[in-house]
């Protein structure tokens, strides 16, 4: 008797990676067509930020290039849209938590968003120096730091802070604080709100945001700053 021809299927196995960014969960799925060390390079990469287990349903599906900077640009997008629905943010801005406090720089391109985080590193913890996390949990708004790096080396932290300090940067000959009116620091902070599509929220948030917390200008130079931020009371 003629056996019958067995066809064996190999299902295309999908690849997950579980993050945890500003404490909200995310499922991004890469199809079969990756290679596991392409997931490998990417855990890595994730490494704080990656969880090995998500309650969440909210998924996204990568079909871009095997390429970390190609899936980090679609991870900011996700967020960007993501973080909106938990009452938060993405800022254009470094964000380091010292001693119990946290302080987030912004400024326009060039202010020193970097140079202020380099300058930090024997002062605090380093949360990212291009772009930090903002949510508002129950009445007090909190920084998260965020694996979205820019020029410095290494990658961002995944620490939380309450009630940080917001600082306009300013390149100057000497340290010192400014004050600066809620107007127009809306109007500067808006321009470093991270966000692919226009969101009316947004506006609401970020006035809020700037309402709850301490903002001023910080005139600095690369040394010396840390003891004028200390003493803010």
């Not at 064996?8 to 995310?26: D, F, M, P």
């Not at 596991?36 to 990417?42: A, N, T």
């Not at 000497?174 to 127009?184: G, M, T, V």
């Amino acid at each position: 008797m003629r056996k019958k021809a067995v066809t064996v299927v190999r299902s295309r196995q999908k690849k997950v990676l579980l993050l945890n960014i500003a404490g909200i969960e995310s499922r991004f799925v890469l199809g079969a067509e990756y290679s596991p060390d392409f997931l490998l390079i990417l855990k890595e990469r994730y490494n704080e930020f990656n969880i090995l287990r998500a309650s969440t349903k909210k998924c996204f599906i990568y079909k871009g290039l095997s390429n970390k900077y190609a899936f980090e640009n679609f991870v900011r997008h996700a967020y960007s849209s993501l973080i909106l629905k938990h009452d938060g943010f993405l800022l254009h801005a470094s964000g380091v938590i010292s001693k119990g406090r946290g302080y987030i720089f912004t400024g326009v391109s060039g202010a020193g968003k970097t140079t202020a985080a380099e300058a930090s590193k024997k002062n605090g913890i380093i949360l990212s120096d291009e772009i930090v996390a903002l949510r508002k949990i129950g009445k007090s708004w909190k920084l998260f730091g965020t694996p979205f790096m820019g020029l410095m080396k290494g990658y961002g932290r995944n620490k939380s802070v309450a009630n940080p300090k917001l600082l306009f940067l300013k390149q100057a000959p000497k340290n010192a604080l400014r004050p600066i009116a809620l107007e127009k620091a809306w109007g500067k902070f808006l321009r470093n709100v991270v966000l692919f599509k226009p969101e009316k929220k947004i506006a609401l948030l970020t006035y809020d945001f700037l309402s709850s917390v301490d903002n001023r200008i910080l005139e600095f130079k690369k040394k010396g700053f840390w003891r004028v931020l200390w003493a803010i009371k």
